[in-house]
């Protein structure tokens, strides 16, 4: 251990350790200086913590993401991360439940998952949180319905942001899934319930109420009927849960075209960094968030900074004035997108983005080949030749091109790589019809989607 003769400020000097070298230096007795030293109980201290931590995450991982989660309650940002942590150690976190999420985030006994907790919900109080537990906690259990809901909640306490919030994230999807017609519903039950308490506190009751057994027992067959409606689509379910609780909770918008999607971008997100400089990649992503810039050059130019994000994590990018003006108009936040671009690495890790299409946009060119067109080496190089006629600009959006092979009632599906891939649909199908090819122009994501 080198001893500290002196403390002062040496201005800018090599130092002995990595830190600050302008603050906080020390002469040491061997003449070298250090800067930022800690004394033996400090390092100590550190160190006997980083293990015991290191410990539990590797013992406990469900427990120790889970009290991770629960101090981190009031920050969205690090509740994402540590549930894309959670991921990646096969935890699921499982979206709120009014039924069974307690205030804390809580580990399920015996599995690999964690219930989310309602302190982790905006727009819920404290307050709000204790009034709903106390409630489930009386003689009649489990809510059974919004209306139900209603009546035993304290509806000053648990407000309308809040059921609007709680409804939106999915916390009552356990008793009605169909969040759109809770919404219409909302306002019609408050005032029911508002009504039905204050005449069981006044003591009012109707004809039909008199022949209860229990006069303090609120009556439902009165309770207003559920609207007609249709729930909102699965993209509008989750652009509203991404709205209300700061990111998406059941599942992420691109994981039910996920399948799909790897037929045109085998790189994910979280793989960028590991590319050279100029690397060429298409990826399918959804923009979280585009920020318009005007440039200081000349009479100012228009230009956009991306943040995108797929499953495997998110990423920057930036769309140039030369390309901003024919792609502002696809710039949109939270719907699935075709990017192409090049990485960049020079200032800093980023995407330049060179095309941009809506995946529902996309279709697959299909060739139908039998086993015996499939090893025909005239067939083979006439195939080629006219997707590579085809391919059309380096640098445009592209049809995924695939080969269906067949033999007897067998089938093998059989990607194309990239550099056949075609621009123009109608007249690549058209010239293979021509040439004797088999060929269907498809969806790339079914329309039932």
Not at 114 to 123: E, F, M, T
Not at 179 to 190: F, P, T
Not at 364 to 369: F, N, R, S, V
Request: charged share 25%; glycine share 4%.
């Amino acid at each position: 251990m080198v001893k500290i003769i002196s403390r002062k400020l040496l201005k800018t000097e090599k130092v002995y350790d990595i830190g600050v070298e302008k603050d906080h230096n020390f002469l040491l007795s061997n003449g070298l200086i250090a800067s930022n030293c800690f004394n033996k109980s400090h390092s100590t201290a550190y160190a006997y913590i980083t293990y015991q931590t290191a410990y539990l995450k590797a013992n406990y991982p469900v427990e120790y993401m889970t009290a991770l989660l629960t101090a981190s309650s009031d920050n969205q940002d690090k509740i994402e991360a540590y549930r894309e942590s959670c991921k990646k150690l096969g935890i699921e976190v499982i979206p709120p439940d009014i039924n069974q999420c307690e205030k804390e985030f809580v580990p399920i006994p015996n599995t690999r998952k964690i219930l989310y907790g309602l302190s982790a919900v905006k727009n819920l109080g404290e307050n709000a949180i204790d009034n709903i537990l106390q409630a489930r906690k009386e003689a009649e259990g489990s809510f059974k319905s919004l209306a139900d809901f209603c009546v035993r909640v304290k509806l000053g306490t648990v407000n309308h942001r809040s059921l609007e919030t709680l409804i939106y994230t999915g916390a009552f999807d356990s008793i009605n899934p169909n969040r759109k017609q809770l919404i219409e519903y909302l306002d019609v039950v408050i005032k029911w319930a508002h009504n039905r308490l204050q005449e069981k506190e006044t003591g009012q009751l109707n004809i039909f109420d008199s022949v209860e057994e229990d006069t303090n027992t609120i009556n439902f067959d009165d309770a207003p009927s559920l609207p007609n409606v249709e729930d909102f689509s699965i993209q509008e379910k989750l652009k509203l849960e991404k709205e209300y609780i700061g990111f998406y909770i059941s599942q992420h918008p691109l994981q039910f075209i996920q399948k799909a999607s790897q037929l045109l971008s085998p790189t994910n997100l979280n793989e960028l960094a590991e590319k050279k400089q100029n690397f060429k990649v298409t990826v399918v992503v959804i923009l979280s968030l585009v920020k318009k810039h005007i440039t200081k050059k000349g009479e100012g130019e228009e230009m956009a900074y991306l943040h995108m994000e797929d499953i495997s994590g998110d990423f920057k990018g930036v769309v140039f004035p030369k390309t901003y003006s024919k792609l502002k108009d696809h710039l949109i936040t939270d719907i699935p997108l075709v990017i192409r671009g090049k990485v960049d690495k020079r200032e800093k890790l980023q995407l330049i983005v060179d095309d941009i299409e809506s995946v529902d946009k996309v279709k697959i060119l299909m060739i139908e080949l039998s086993i015996q067109e499939a090893l025909d080496i005239n067939k083979q190089a006439n195939l080629k030749s006219l997707l590579e006629e085809h391919s059309g600009e380096k640098d445009k959006c592209k049809f995924p091109v695939i080969a269906i092979i067949t033999n007897g009632i067998h089938r093998e599906f059989v990607l194309f790589s990239q550099e056949f891939w075609i621009q123009d649909l109608v007249a690549a199908t058209n010239s293979l019809n021509n040439a004797g090819f088999r060929t269907s122009g498809q969806d790339l994501i079914p329309s039932s989607n």
